[in-house]
């Protein structure tokens, strides 16, 4: 590991730079990426933490110390790459890491900083359902940023996945512990809110290609979901079923939940954000019109395949 910017690897004019590298996706990004035999930088704060899917990909990809709040690191980091992804995330605000200073100022200043750097490709990741004119503080900062992204960096393409589902994430197997722990399960308002979750593989394999240059199309904006829409309802009885689960469904007004969400943020324990609710009171499906997986040449696998992992992981 290295975190000193006059020690990375300039000489190598391939270098694609994935901030949020150890994250959900950005860590599968980095595997793609080195799969495809081009030099990766993974940035985070805390890059000891990595959790690269092998020892193989851990040896081959430079592993960086970056804070995307801090200008000087950030320049540092992105210094001699070829493309940039901005895969961080803030889903709770804390003190001064705020959704307008992580969402907004920061990916404005990743942008113009690898604008300024001669970087080719900028990828930023966002959301479905991103919307610069939302009442919601979150929705309304991934929907400012990719406009600031845009504005800053001329061509940047914006990824906007579906809820990204995996047999280590934190949506379908939160859904799969419960229907199998609850007689009744509380469904988020009367579980009509629509979903077409993604498996995040292929959303990385998505970045991976638009970074690499290895796409055909030149749109600007990518919506990434997965092969079917569910309502949050027949989502939970999908994966119940396939578990064999009996559970019973019971609508739980979103009031309650936010009330529940506020008071889950003081407790890292419980793993339910105000964002989260925010974000399971409008439907999230992929938008008629704009090019995702299939542009792309990826075709998306269903969740049927995910719970099955989750089914037989140990
Ligand atoms: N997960 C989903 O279902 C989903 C769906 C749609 C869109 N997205 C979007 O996809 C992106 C990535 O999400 P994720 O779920 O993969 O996030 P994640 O697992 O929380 O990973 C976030 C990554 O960002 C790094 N990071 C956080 N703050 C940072 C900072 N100040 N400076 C540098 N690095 C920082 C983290 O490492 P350190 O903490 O060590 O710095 C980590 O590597 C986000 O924009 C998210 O909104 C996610």
């Not at 959900?24 to 990004?29: A, L, P, S, W």
């Not at 992580?102 to 080719?120: K, Q």
């Not at 990741?125 to 991934?142: E, T, V």
């Not at 469904?187 to 991976?208: C, H, I, K, M, W």
Request: glycine content about 6%; hydrophobic content about 45%; some cysteine.
């Amino acid at each position: 590991m290295t975190n000193q910017h006059d020690r990375y690897d300039l000489a190598d004019e391939n270098i694609v730079t994935v901030f949020g590298g150890t994250g959900f996706i950005g860590r599968r990004i980095v595997s793609r990426l080195l799969d495809k035999g081009i030099d990766v930088r993974a940035v985070s704060r805390h890059p000891r933490k990595n959790k690269l899917h092998s020892r193989a990909d851990q040896r081959s990809s430079q592993q960086i110390e970056a804070d995307i709040l801090d200008p000087s690191s950030i320049a540092a980091a992105v210094a001699g790459s070829r493309a940039v992804v901005n895969a961080v995330s803030l889903y709770v605000e804390r003190g001064e890491e705020t959704f307008e200073r992580v969402h907004v100022e920061a990916a404005a200043a990743l942008a113009t900083v690898s604008r300024d750097a001669g970087v080719e490709r900028f990828v930023q990741i966002s959301g479905i359902g991103s919307d610069p004119r939302s009442r919601s503080n979150y929705i309304r900062a991934r929907g400012r940023g990719e406009d600031v992204v845009k504005a800053a960096f001329p061509g940047a393409v914006i990824v906007r996945p579906a809820v990204m589902v995996a047999p280590d994430d934190a949506f379908i197997t939160a859904i799969a512990r419960l229907v199998r722990l609850l007689p009744i399960y509380p469904l988020f308002g009367e579980g009509n809110t629509r979903l077409q979750p993604v498996y995040v593989e292929d959303v990385a394999e998505a970045v991976s290609r638009l970074a690499s240059g290895q796409n055909s199309t030149d749109a600007s904006t990518f919506e990434c979901a997965g092969p079917r829409v569910y309502s949050y309802r027949e989502l939970v009885r999908e994966v119940a079923n396939q578990l064999k689960a009996r559970t019973r469904l019971v609508p739980v007004p979103f009031m309650l939940w936010s009330i529940l969400a506020t008071a889950a943020e003081f407790l890292p324990a419980v793993s339910l954000t105000r964002n989260q609710v925010d974000l399971m009171r409008r439907d999230n499906v992929a938008a008629s019109g704009l090019p995702g997986l299939a542009e792309l040449g990826i075709q998306p696998r269903g969740i049927e395949e995910i719970v099955h992992m989750i089914a037989h992981q140990a």
